[in-house]
Protein backbone atom coordinates (compact mmCIF):
# COMPACT_ATOMS: atom_id res chain seq x y z
CA UNK A 1 0.00 0.00 0.00
CA UNK A 2 1.33 3.28 -0.70
CA UNK A 3 1.48 6.45 1.43
CA UNK A 4 0.57 9.57 -0.21
CA UNK A 5 1.50 12.46 2.29
CA UNK A 6 -0.75 15.84 1.12
CA UNK A 7 2.42 18.10 2.43
CA UNK A 8 4.30 16.48 -0.38
CA UNK A 9 1.72 17.74 -2.85
CA UNK A 10 1.96 21.63 -1.92
CA UNK A 11 -0.24 21.87 1.36
CA UNK A 12 0.48 24.13 3.70
CA UNK A 13 -1.69 23.29 6.57
CA UNK A 14 -1.70 27.24 7.92
CA UNK A 15 -5.35 27.35 8.40
CA UNK A 16 -5.87 29.81 5.95
CA UNK A 17 -4.93 28.56 2.40
CA UNK A 18 -7.12 26.85 0.44
CA UNK A 19 -5.06 23.72 0.20
CA UNK A 20 -7.78 21.76 -1.95
CA UNK A 21 -5.59 21.67 -4.96
CA UNK A 22 -2.79 19.86 -3.37
CA UNK A 23 -5.13 17.30 -1.26
CA UNK A 24 -6.97 16.42 -4.32
CA UNK A 25 -3.41 16.19 -5.95
CA UNK A 26 -2.43 13.04 -3.53
CA UNK A 27 -5.94 11.67 -4.28
CA UNK A 28 -5.19 11.19 -7.67
CA UNK A 29 -1.64 10.23 -7.03
CA UNK A 30 -2.84 7.26 -4.89
CA UNK A 31 -5.36 6.73 -7.53
CA UNK A 32 -3.35 6.44 -9.82
CA UNK A 33 -1.08 4.08 -8.23
CA UNK A 34 -3.74 1.31 -7.71
CA UNK A 35 -4.34 3.15 -4.59
CA UNK A 36 -3.42 3.13 -0.85
CA UNK A 37 -3.40 5.83 1.83
CA UNK A 38 -3.27 9.73 1.65
CA UNK A 39 -2.18 11.06 5.36
CA UNK A 40 -3.56 14.48 6.82
CA UNK A 41 -0.47 15.17 9.25
CA UNK A 42 -1.19 15.67 12.85
CA UNK A 43 -0.62 19.37 14.42
CA UNK A 44 -1.90 21.73 11.65
CA UNK A 45 -4.99 22.88 10.30
CA UNK A 46 -5.78 22.41 6.33
CA UNK A 47 -8.31 24.36 5.14
CA UNK A 48 -10.03 23.46 2.23
CA UNK A 49 -13.14 23.61 -0.61
CA UNK A 50 -14.07 20.58 -2.38
CA UNK A 51 -12.25 17.31 -2.05
CA UNK A 52 -13.48 14.16 -4.14
CA UNK A 53 -12.29 10.96 -3.34
CA UNK A 54 -11.01 7.92 -5.79
CA UNK A 55 -11.71 4.20 -5.70
CA UNK A 56 -9.17 2.51 -3.34
CA UNK A 57 -8.13 5.20 -1.62
CA UNK A 58 -8.14 6.01 2.11
CA UNK A 59 -7.97 9.28 3.18
CA UNK A 60 -6.23 9.14 6.57
CA UNK A 61 -6.62 12.04 9.47
CA UNK A 62 -3.61 11.55 11.79
CA UNK A 63 -4.00 12.77 15.45
CA UNK A 64 -3.87 16.36 15.89
CA UNK A 65 -4.91 16.88 11.88
CA UNK A 66 -8.05 18.63 11.68
CA UNK A 67 -9.60 19.25 7.85
CA UNK A 68 -11.65 22.28 7.88
CA UNK A 69 -14.28 23.35 5.51
CA UNK A 70 -13.25 26.51 3.84
CA UNK A 71 -15.73 29.82 4.46
CA UNK A 72 -16.64 30.83 1.08
CA UNK A 73 -19.08 28.99 -1.10
CA UNK A 74 -16.92 29.77 -3.96
CA UNK A 75 -14.19 27.17 -2.98
CA UNK A 76 -16.57 24.60 -3.49
CA UNK A 77 -16.45 23.38 -7.05
CA UNK A 78 -19.05 20.40 -7.25
CA UNK A 79 -23.03 21.44 -7.19
CA UNK A 80 -25.57 18.01 -7.11
CA UNK A 81 -29.47 18.98 -7.06
CA UNK A 82 -30.43 17.12 -3.58
CA UNK A 83 -33.85 17.33 -1.55
CA UNK A 84 -32.16 18.58 1.81
CA UNK A 85 -33.93 21.86 1.93
CA UNK A 86 -36.85 21.44 -0.73
CA UNK A 87 -39.23 19.12 1.15
CA UNK A 88 -38.24 15.88 -0.41
CA UNK A 89 -37.71 17.57 -4.33
CA UNK A 90 -34.58 17.71 -5.92
CA UNK A 91 -36.03 19.37 -8.46
CA UNK A 92 -36.44 22.40 -6.27
CA UNK A 93 -32.60 22.77 -5.71
CA UNK A 94 -32.30 25.68 -7.54
CA UNK A 95 -29.04 26.85 -6.29
CA UNK A 96 -27.99 23.20 -5.90
CA UNK A 97 -25.75 21.79 -2.94
CA UNK A 98 -22.41 22.09 -2.37
CA UNK A 99 -19.98 19.51 -1.10
CA UNK A 100 -16.96 19.37 1.28
CA UNK A 101 -15.94 15.66 0.85
CA UNK A 102 -17.49 13.82 -1.96
CA UNK A 103 -17.12 10.02 -3.55
CA UNK A 104 -19.44 9.15 -6.01
CA UNK A 105 -19.32 5.27 -7.93
CA UNK A 106 -16.04 4.69 -6.21
CA UNK A 107 -15.04 1.21 -4.67
CA UNK A 108 -13.43 0.12 -1.48
CA UNK A 109 -12.90 4.11 -0.41
CA UNK A 110 -12.32 5.55 3.01
CA UNK A 111 -12.04 8.68 5.88
CA UNK A 112 -10.27 7.03 8.74
CA UNK A 113 -8.05 8.47 11.58
CA UNK A 114 -8.11 9.84 15.21
CA UNK A 115 -8.29 13.34 13.48
CA UNK A 116 -10.71 16.08 12.86
CA UNK A 117 -12.93 17.16 9.98
CA UNK A 118 -14.46 20.51 11.07
CA UNK A 119 -17.69 21.08 8.44
CA UNK A 120 -17.53 24.89 9.31
CA UNK A 121 -21.18 25.42 10.29
CA UNK A 122 -20.45 28.83 11.90
CA UNK A 123 -19.66 30.43 8.80
CA UNK A 124 -22.76 29.90 7.03
CA UNK A 125 -24.63 31.16 9.93
CA UNK A 126 -27.07 34.12 8.57
CA UNK A 127 -28.55 34.78 12.09
CA UNK A 128 -28.96 33.86 15.53
CA UNK A 129 -32.81 33.13 16.68
CA UNK A 130 -31.57 31.55 20.08
CA UNK A 131 -32.72 27.66 20.13
CA UNK A 132 -31.99 27.97 16.50
CA UNK A 133 -29.53 29.65 13.95
CA UNK A 134 -31.08 30.36 10.55
CA UNK A 135 -28.89 29.27 7.98
CA UNK A 136 -27.57 30.36 4.17
CA UNK A 137 -29.53 28.46 1.82
CA UNK A 138 -26.36 27.21 0.28
CA UNK A 139 -23.87 25.57 2.63
CA UNK A 140 -21.77 22.08 2.22
CA UNK A 141 -22.55 18.78 2.56
CA UNK A 142 -19.80 17.84 4.93
CA UNK A 143 -18.83 13.67 4.04
CA UNK A 144 -20.83 12.22 0.76
CA UNK A 145 -20.77 8.95 -0.66
CA UNK A 146 -23.01 8.52 -3.12
CA UNK A 147 -23.21 5.04 -5.63
CA UNK A 148 -20.10 3.79 -3.61
CA UNK A 149 -19.43 -0.05 -2.71
CA UNK A 150 -17.24 -0.75 0.31
CA UNK A 151 -16.98 2.31 2.08
CA UNK A 152 -15.58 2.55 5.32
CA UNK A 153 -15.61 5.50 8.03
CA UNK A 154 -13.95 4.78 11.26
CA UNK A 155 -12.73 6.90 14.23
CA UNK A 156 -12.63 10.52 13.09
CA UNK A 157 -14.46 13.56 15.20
CA UNK A 158 -16.39 15.73 13.35
CA UNK A 159 -17.55 18.68 14.32
CA UNK A 160 -19.70 21.60 13.43
CA UNK A 161 -20.87 20.45 10.32
CA UNK A 162 -23.34 22.87 8.29
CA UNK A 163 -25.85 20.49 6.84
CA UNK A 164 -26.13 16.72 6.83
CA UNK A 165 -22.51 15.54 8.45
CA UNK A 166 -22.19 12.05 7.04
CA UNK A 167 -24.70 11.54 4.03
CA UNK A 168 -24.67 7.85 1.98
CA UNK A 169 -27.07 7.84 -1.05
CA UNK A 170 -27.30 4.46 -2.88
CA UNK A 171 -23.93 2.94 -1.37
CA UNK A 172 -23.66 -0.81 -0.59
CA UNK A 173 -21.29 -2.97 1.93
CA UNK A 174 -20.49 -0.13 4.40
CA UNK A 175 -19.16 0.25 7.65
CA UNK A 176 -19.31 3.40 10.41
CA UNK A 177 -17.34 2.39 13.30
CA UNK A 178 -16.74 4.83 16.41
CA UNK A 179 -17.27 7.81 14.45
CA UNK A 180 -17.86 10.96 16.82
CA UNK A 181 -20.13 13.39 15.80
CA UNK A 182 -20.10 16.75 17.66
CA UNK A 183 -22.58 19.75 15.87
CA UNK A 184 -24.08 22.69 16.94
CA UNK A 185 -27.66 22.01 18.88
CA UNK A 186 -28.75 25.01 16.95
CA UNK A 187 -28.07 24.42 13.57
CA UNK A 188 -31.40 23.18 11.63
CA UNK A 189 -30.76 20.27 8.89
CA UNK A 190 -27.11 18.78 10.62
CA UNK A 191 -27.97 15.30 10.63
CA UNK A 192 -25.46 13.10 12.05
CA UNK A 193 -25.49 9.80 10.03
CA UNK A 194 -27.99 9.46 7.23
CA UNK A 195 -28.60 6.12 5.47
CA UNK A 196 -30.19 6.77 2.30
CA UNK A 197 -31.24 3.56 -0.21
CA UNK A 198 -28.53 1.56 0.85
CA UNK A 199 -27.49 -2.12 1.55
CA UNK A 200 -25.95 -4.29 3.88
CA UNK A 201 -24.66 -1.34 6.41
CA UNK A 202 -23.00 -1.55 10.29
CA UNK A 203 -23.27 1.10 12.24
CA UNK A 204 -21.41 1.08 15.67
CA UNK A 205 -20.48 2.79 18.51
CA UNK A 206 -20.89 6.30 17.55
CA UNK A 207 -21.07 9.10 19.80
CA UNK A 208 -23.53 11.57 18.43
CA UNK A 209 -24.75 15.56 19.25
CA UNK A 210 -26.35 17.28 16.27
CA UNK A 211 -29.35 19.79 15.99
CA UNK A 212 -31.10 17.38 13.65
CA UNK A 213 -31.77 13.81 12.71
CA UNK A 214 -29.25 11.69 14.86
CA UNK A 215 -29.39 8.35 12.62
CA UNK A 216 -31.68 8.50 9.56
CA UNK A 217 -32.56 5.99 7.52
CA UNK A 218 -34.45 7.23 4.44
CA UNK A 219 -35.10 6.42 0.58
CA UNK A 220 -34.83 9.90 -1.27
CA UNK A 221 -36.32 10.81 -4.84
CA UNK A 222 -32.93 11.52 -5.84
CA UNK A 223 -31.89 8.28 -5.34
CA UNK A 224 -34.33 6.39 -6.43
CA UNK A 225 -31.89 4.61 -9.35
CA UNK A 226 -30.30 3.13 -6.79
CA UNK A 227 -33.52 1.16 -5.87
CA UNK A 228 -34.52 0.60 -2.22
CA UNK A 229 -32.96 0.50 1.57
CA UNK A 230 -32.24 -3.12 3.24
CA UNK A 231 -30.24 -5.00 5.61
CA UNK A 232 -29.17 -2.16 8.06
CA UNK A 233 -27.86 -2.49 11.91
CA UNK A 234 -27.12 -0.04 14.38
CA UNK A 235 -25.71 -0.59 17.68
CA UNK A 236 -24.00 0.44 20.65
CA UNK A 237 -24.62 3.98 19.69
CA UNK A 238 -25.11 7.59 22.16
CA UNK A 239 -27.25 10.53 20.82
CA UNK A 240 -28.02 13.54 21.92
CA UNK A 241 -30.75 15.80 19.32
CA UNK A 242 -33.21 18.53 18.72
CA UNK A 243 -34.97 16.12 16.57
CA UNK A 244 -35.30 12.22 16.29
CA UNK A 245 -32.27 10.06 18.05
CA UNK A 246 -33.17 7.34 15.38
CA UNK A 247 -35.47 7.57 12.68
CA UNK A 248 -37.23 6.44 9.27
CA UNK A 249 -38.45 8.68 7.14
CA UNK A 250 -39.79 11.33 6.54
CA UNK A 251 -38.28 10.60 2.71
CA UNK A 252 -39.75 6.69 1.59
CA UNK A 253 -40.11 7.08 -1.89
CA UNK A 254 -38.75 3.37 -1.83
CA UNK A 255 -38.56 0.26 0.37
CA UNK A 256 -37.05 0.45 3.07
CA UNK A 257 -36.31 -3.29 4.76
CA UNK A 258 -34.84 -5.30 7.50
CA UNK A 259 -33.06 -2.74 9.64
CA UNK A 260 -32.05 -3.39 13.65
CA UNK A 261 -31.49 -1.01 16.03
CA UNK A 262 -29.92 -2.03 19.45
CA UNK A 263 -28.21 -1.05 22.84
CA UNK A 264 -28.25 2.62 22.04
CA UNK A 265 -29.10 5.66 24.29
CA UNK A 266 -31.28 8.38 23.76
CA UNK A 267 -30.71 11.40 26.18
CA UNK A 268 -32.14 14.72 25.44
CA UNK A 269 -33.97 14.79 22.61
CA UNK A 270 -36.78 16.06 20.82
CA UNK A 271 -37.95 12.93 19.92
CA UNK A 272 -36.65 8.94 20.25
CA UNK A 273 -37.22 6.38 18.35
CA UNK A 274 -39.58 7.26 15.07
CA UNK A 275 -40.85 5.59 12.11
CA UNK A 276 -42.06 8.53 9.90
CA UNK A 277 -44.29 7.33 6.97
CA UNK A 278 -45.04 10.65 4.88
CA UNK A 279 -44.58 9.29 1.22
CA UNK A 280 -46.40 6.04 -0.04
CA UNK A 281 -43.47 3.63 0.33
CA UNK A 282 -43.43 0.67 2.43
CA UNK A 283 -41.51 -0.14 5.49
CA UNK A 284 -41.16 -3.31 7.06
CA UNK A 285 -39.26 -5.43 9.69
CA UNK A 286 -38.02 -2.76 11.43
CA UNK A 287 -36.73 -3.63 15.29
CA UNK A 288 -35.57 -1.64 18.16
CA UNK A 289 -34.40 -3.45 20.95
CA UNK A 290 -32.69 -3.06 24.33
CA UNK A 291 -32.61 1.15 24.27
CA UNK A 292 -32.69 3.46 27.32
CA UNK A 293 -34.91 7.10 25.76
CA UNK A 294 -34.59 10.85 27.53
CA UNK A 295 -36.83 12.78 25.21
CA UNK A 296 -38.41 16.33 26.39
CA UNK A 297 -39.60 19.25 24.48
CA UNK A 298 -37.49 21.30 22.70
CA UNK A 299 -38.27 24.95 20.92
CA UNK A 300 -41.19 24.34 18.56
CA UNK A 301 -39.41 25.23 15.32
CA UNK A 302 -37.50 21.38 15.62
CA UNK A 303 -39.65 18.80 14.38
CA UNK A 304 -41.12 16.78 17.48
CA UNK A 305 -42.64 16.95 20.67
CA UNK A 306 -40.80 14.73 23.27
CA UNK A 307 -42.25 11.27 22.08
CA UNK A 308 -39.89 8.39 23.17
CA UNK A 309 -41.66 6.26 20.51
CA UNK A 310 -43.37 7.91 17.60
CA UNK A 311 -45.20 5.97 14.20
CA UNK A 312 -46.88 8.11 12.04
CA UNK A 313 -48.51 7.28 8.49
CA UNK A 314 -49.44 10.90 7.32
CA UNK A 315 -49.12 12.30 3.73
CA UNK A 316 -46.63 14.70 3.16
CA UNK A 317 -47.35 14.68 -1.16
CA UNK A 318 -49.05 12.13 -2.96
CA UNK A 319 -50.07 9.73 0.15
CA UNK A 320 -48.84 8.36 3.31
CA UNK A 321 -46.69 5.65 3.88
CA UNK A 322 -47.32 1.76 4.85
CA UNK A 323 -45.39 -0.01 7.83
CA UNK A 324 -45.61 -3.62 8.44
CA UNK A 325 -43.85 -5.68 11.32
CA UNK A 326 -42.36 -3.24 13.25
CA UNK A 327 -41.21 -4.32 17.09
CA UNK A 328 -39.58 -2.76 20.07
CA UNK A 329 -38.27 -4.70 22.52
CA UNK A 330 -36.79 -3.65 26.13
CA UNK A 331 -37.12 0.06 25.98
CA UNK A 332 -36.52 2.14 29.15
CA UNK A 333 -38.09 5.82 29.04
CA UNK A 334 -38.68 9.05 30.43
CA UNK A 335 -40.02 11.56 28.36
CA UNK A 336 -42.51 14.64 28.55
CA UNK A 337 -44.97 13.32 26.01
CA UNK A 338 -46.30 9.57 25.48
CA UNK A 339 -45.98 7.12 22.85
CA UNK A 340 -47.96 8.03 19.75
CA UNK A 341 -48.77 5.23 16.93
CA UNK A 342 -50.92 6.94 14.19
CA UNK A 343 -52.00 6.51 10.90
CA UNK A 344 -54.22 9.20 8.98
CA UNK A 345 -55.80 6.63 7.52
CA UNK A 346 -57.19 2.74 8.22
CA UNK A 347 -54.76 -0.29 6.64
CA UNK A 348 -51.51 1.54 6.51
CA UNK A 349 -50.17 0.49 10.08
CA UNK A 350 -49.94 -3.46 10.83
CA UNK A 351 -47.96 -5.67 12.93
CA UNK A 352 -46.93 -3.25 15.68
CA UNK A 353 -45.29 -4.91 19.36
CA UNK A 354 -44.26 -3.22 22.34
CA UNK A 355 -42.47 -5.72 24.68
CA UNK A 356 -41.30 -4.97 28.09
CA UNK A 357 -41.55 -1.18 27.33
CA UNK A 358 -41.48 1.30 30.61
CA UNK A 359 -43.02 4.79 29.92
CA UNK A 360 -41.94 7.18 32.95
CA UNK A 361 -43.75 10.45 31.71
CA UNK A 362 -42.33 13.61 33.87
CA UNK A 363 -42.05 17.33 32.98
CA UNK A 364 -38.79 19.13 33.52
CA UNK A 365 -38.50 21.54 30.67
CA UNK A 366 -40.91 24.43 31.62
CA UNK A 367 -42.65 24.21 28.17
CA UNK A 368 -46.22 22.93 28.01
CA UNK A 369 -47.40 19.45 27.26
CA UNK A 370 -51.08 18.79 25.50
CA UNK A 371 -50.19 19.02 22.00
CA UNK A 372 -48.93 16.58 19.10
CA UNK A 373 -46.65 17.25 16.35
CA UNK A 374 -47.67 16.01 12.92
CA UNK A 375 -45.27 17.47 10.74
CA UNK A 376 -44.53 16.68 7.49
CA UNK A 377 -48.21 16.96 7.82
CA UNK A 378 -49.69 19.20 5.29
CA UNK A 379 -51.25 21.02 8.41
CA UNK A 380 -47.89 21.99 9.37
CA UNK A 381 -48.52 22.53 12.98
CA UNK A 382 -49.40 21.45 16.46
CA UNK A 383 -52.74 19.66 16.60
CA UNK A 384 -54.24 19.87 20.83
CA UNK A 385 -54.14 16.86 22.18
CA UNK A 386 -54.43 15.20 25.80
CA UNK A 387 -51.32 13.19 26.57
CA UNK A 388 -51.68 9.53 27.28
CA UNK A 389 -49.35 7.24 28.50
CA UNK A 390 -49.58 5.30 24.83
CA UNK A 391 -51.66 6.46 22.07
CA UNK A 392 -52.75 3.71 19.12
CA UNK A 393 -54.86 4.88 16.34
CA UNK A 394 -55.96 3.48 13.13
CA UNK A 395 -53.84 0.58 13.68
CA UNK A 396 -54.26 -3.01 12.72
CA UNK A 397 -52.86 -5.99 15.15
CA UNK A 398 -50.97 -4.01 17.39
CA UNK A 399 -49.65 -6.22 20.51
CA UNK A 400 -48.71 -4.82 23.96
CA UNK A 401 -46.93 -7.29 26.22
CA UNK A 402 -45.37 -6.51 29.64
CA UNK A 403 -45.59 -2.54 29.55
CA UNK A 404 -45.65 -0.23 32.08
CA UNK A 405 -46.97 3.28 32.10
CA UNK A 406 -45.77 5.67 35.02
CA UNK A 407 -46.71 9.15 35.84
CA UNK A 408 -43.56 10.65 37.81
CA UNK A 409 -44.74 13.77 39.01
CA UNK A 410 -46.51 13.94 42.53
CA UNK A 411 -50.62 13.49 41.57
CA UNK A 412 -51.27 17.31 42.59
CA UNK A 413 -48.59 18.62 40.24
CA UNK A 414 -49.57 16.80 37.25
CA UNK A 415 -50.00 18.47 34.17
CA UNK A 416 -54.00 19.09 33.23
CA UNK A 417 -53.19 17.31 29.63
CA UNK A 418 -51.79 14.61 31.51
CA UNK A 419 -54.31 11.58 30.88
CA UNK A 420 -55.32 7.77 30.34
CA UNK A 421 -52.52 4.78 30.44
CA UNK A 422 -53.67 4.11 27.33
CA UNK A 423 -56.20 5.48 24.62
CA UNK A 424 -57.16 2.96 21.69
CA UNK A 425 -59.11 4.71 18.37
CA UNK A 426 -60.66 2.04 15.77
CA UNK A 427 -58.12 -0.44 16.25
CA UNK A 428 -58.36 -3.46 14.19
CA UNK A 429 -57.10 -5.53 16.30
CA UNK A 430 -55.43 -5.50 19.77
CA UNK A 431 -54.12 -7.67 22.21
CA UNK A 432 -52.83 -6.72 25.49
CA UNK A 433 -50.90 -8.49 28.13
CA UNK A 434 -49.39 -7.66 31.38
CA UNK A 435 -50.48 -4.19 31.21
CA UNK A 436 -49.44 -1.65 34.07
CA UNK A 437 -50.54 1.58 34.74
CA UNK A 438 -53.13 4.32 35.72
CA UNK A 439 -54.85 7.69 34.44
CA UNK A 440 -52.54 10.79 35.48
CA UNK A 441 -55.64 12.02 37.30
CA UNK A 442 -57.74 8.74 38.21
CA UNK A 443 -60.36 10.56 40.15
CA UNK A 444 -61.39 12.16 36.52
CA UNK A 445 -59.95 9.57 34.30
CA UNK A 446 -60.13 5.87 33.20
CA UNK A 447 -57.06 4.17 32.84
CA UNK A 448 -57.95 2.99 29.56
CA UNK A 449 -59.84 4.75 27.01
CA UNK A 450 -61.17 2.28 24.17
CA UNK A 451 -63.06 4.34 21.34
CA UNK A 452 -64.52 6.36 24.56
CA UNK A 453 -65.59 3.22 26.71
CA UNK A 454 -63.51 3.70 30.35
CA UNK A 455 -62.09 0.64 31.20
CA UNK A 456 -59.77 -0.16 34.13
CA UNK A 457 -56.34 -1.96 33.44
CA UNK A 458 -58.07 -5.36 34.74
CA UNK A 459 -61.27 -4.65 32.72
CA UNK A 460 -59.41 -4.40 29.47
CA UNK A 461 -59.60 -7.94 27.47
CA UNK A 462 -56.68 -9.84 25.90
CA UNK A 463 -57.66 -9.48 22.58
CA UNK A 464 -59.62 -6.27 21.43
CA UNK A 465 -61.29 -6.65 18.22
CA UNK A 466 -63.06 -3.43 16.49
CA UNK A 467 -66.80 -3.52 15.48
CA UNK A 468 -66.42 -4.42 11.86
CA UNK A 469 -63.74 -7.42 13.04
CA UNK A 470 -67.09 -9.14 15.65
Known sequence: MSNHDITA????????????AAIQAAIDACHRAGGGRVIVPGGRIFRSGTIQLRSAVELHLETGATLAAHPDESAYTVRRATSGLTDGRPENDSQLSIMFILAEDCRDVAVTGTGTIDGGGRHFVVADLGEILQMRPVRPYTVFFRGCTGVRVSDLTIRDAAYWTLRLSGCADVVVRGVSIDNDLRLPNSDGIDIDTCQRVRISDCAIITGDDGICVKTCAESAVYGGCHDV?????????????LCI??????????????????????????????????????TFTDM??????????????GEPIYISSYP??????TGRNIRFRHILARSENGVLIRSEEPGHLSGVLLEDVRVEIDRWSGRPGGDWDLRPHPSQGFVPHRTSGIHVERADDVTLRDCELVWLPP????????????????????????LLGEAAHPDRDPAIDLDGRKLSVDELPPRVLSEEHV
Open 9 to 20: YGARGDGRTDDA
Open 233 to 245: VVTGCTITSRSSG
Open 249 to 286: GSEVAAPIERCLFSSCVISDSNRGLALQLAEPGLVRDI
Open 292 to 305: VVQTRFCDERWWGH
Open 316 to 321: WRGGSG
Open 411 to 434: SEHRAEDMGPALTVVATAELRVRG
